[in-house]
């Protein structure tokens, strides 16, 4: 129950004893020879990271000693005789827990003290750095997020906004975090001790877009549209900026894609029932019990069951079947029918054919027995000592239609004796390929 109560407050305390306080100390005294509080906490504000462990228990803790004083005299008696001593100052355990949970806020206030005392061009001016390091500590005590604490992170800005439901008028209040690199979607959730988020949804600034909607109840909404979500909120278009200046991998691209290649790739923007009195598909007018309203998770658009009875893998929800309107599922199961023809004419190069087995080179060559008329045929150089080069109409050609020994090959080549010149050309080619293979 002792461990439970007051989690890791024992670390906490060390890494102030040992190393925090000792350094600070330190620093002022030697204040006048080359000031360096900036240097110092650039160095240990990562460590604040343990707060968070204590500050996620802080509830938990307080009921126990809430129960604990009820169920045991024992347990009261000792708490009472903590209390009443000089060096608590009249003030109840719970106050003291209280105090390391407050910590990490006051330094943040401090800095931001310290901070408007520096000259822009002060040496110690990168203590700005150790402050955005301390607010996303905190950001990481009221969300919980792990990868809020993240080094190359940049935490930007934060508000209250309001998300507008995708089904319908209605809007939530919602908190938003935004840092260079993704955005964070919370809601407030009941807490003791300060403001606590539940994370919603996370969206990536790579990839995503920005674009103003209109809206009859609500005025300057904007759409965000990231590959995992779309929300419409206020614009965030300085965090996209941003992004692309400071990351030289987030390249857009030098033309705006179209619907047929980003289909499927990321999350649409749902069209409001209210909006709509009719399949948006095959123009049907909605009621309550035969033809009730779908949203296609492709597109966006309200559609009957009739127009939305098909499922298929979406890339934006991790490839799970999903509820699709017929134009979606047409262009969807194309793409994905595409790919499989892509993927099986490779396997069909590499492995269909039955001597694939033994070959050290293969694949498809143009050959004629004249300049303007040409097949493409499958090639294929043996392994076997010595090896043959072998000519299919097919890859999937039980039988070779001609063979030849390699040294024979080889011979006809350097001669050039009894071979056409297009034949020639296709012989060639093929030396040039396996030379390597040849050399070994």
């Known amino acids: ?247 030289e991998t987030f390249k857009l691209a030098s033309k705006e894609p179209t619907e047929e290649t980003e289909l499927g790739r990321r999350a649409p923007r749902w069209i409001r029932d209210n909006e709509v009195t009719l399949c948006m598909t095959c123009q049907e007018p909605f009621n309550a019990l035969t033809r009730r309203r779908h949203h296609c998770r492709a597109c966006g658009y309200v559609v009957c069951w009739k127009c939305s009875d098909n499922k298929v893998a979406l890339e934006y929800d991790g490839n799970r079947l999903n509820k699709v309107c017929k134009a979606c599922y047409s262009v969807l199961a194309g793409q994905r029918a595409e790919r499989m023809e892509r993927k099986k004419r490779r396997m069909l190069e590499v492995g269909s054919h039955p001597g694939s087995m033994d070959c050290v080179l293969s694949g498809f060559l143009q050959y004629g027995d004249n300049s303007t008329i040409w097949q493409e045929v499958w090639c294929v150089l043996s392994g076997t000592h010595p090896p043959f080069f072998h000519v299919y109409n097919t890859p999937q050609s039980l039988s070779p239609w001609g063979s030849r020994p390699m040294a024979f090959t080889l011979s006809w080549v350097m001669v050039g004796s009894g071979l056409p010149a297009t034949s020639l050309r296709v012989w060639k080619i093929l030396l040039f390929c396996s030379r390597k293979n040849l050399q070994k």
């Not at 004893?17 to 240990?44: A, R, T, Y």
């Not at 002060?122 to 005590?141: C, G, V």
Request: contains cysteine; proline residues 3%.
């Open 1 to 247: 129950v002792i461990k439970n109560i007051f989690s890791n407050i024992s670390s906490i305390y060390s890494f102030h004893s040992q190393f925090l306080l000792p350094d600070l100390e330190n620093c002022i005294m030697h204040w006048h020879e080359s000031p360096g509080l900036g240097k110092v906490l650039l160095q240990h504000a990562p460590f604040l990271r343990m707060y968070a462990d204590y500050i996620r228990n802080f509830d938990r803790a307080i009921e126990l000693v809430r129960t604990w004083t009820e169920r045991s005299s024992a347990f009261r008696n000792i708490i009472h005789d903590i209390q009443s001593q000089e060096l608590c100052g009249n003030l109840t355990l719970q106050h003291h827990m209280l105090e390391p949970v407050q910590r990490v806020p006051r330094y943040e206030m401090l800095l931001k003290d310290y901070l408007k005392k520096l000259p822009d061009d002060d040496p110690d001016y990168e203590l700005a750095n150790s402050n955005r390091s301390i607010r996303s500590m905190f950001i990481y005590e009221m969300v919980g997020e792990e990868e809020v604490v993240n080094p190359a992170n940049e935490f930007l800005k934060e508000g209250r906004l309001l998300k507008l439901a995708a089904r319908n008028t209605s809007a939530m209040e919602r908190h938003l975090f935004l840092f260079n690199n993704f955005l964070l979607c919370c809601c407030a959730k009941f807490s003791l001790v300060g403001q606590r988020f539940t994370v919603r949804c996370r969206i990536g600034v790579d990839g995503m877009q920005t674009q103003q909607t209109t809206n009859e109840d609500h005025l300057y909404t904007f759409q965000v549209s990231g590959k995992e979500k779309t929300l419409e909120l206020q614009a965030i278009q300085e965090a996209i900026d941003v992004f692309q200046k400071k990351n």
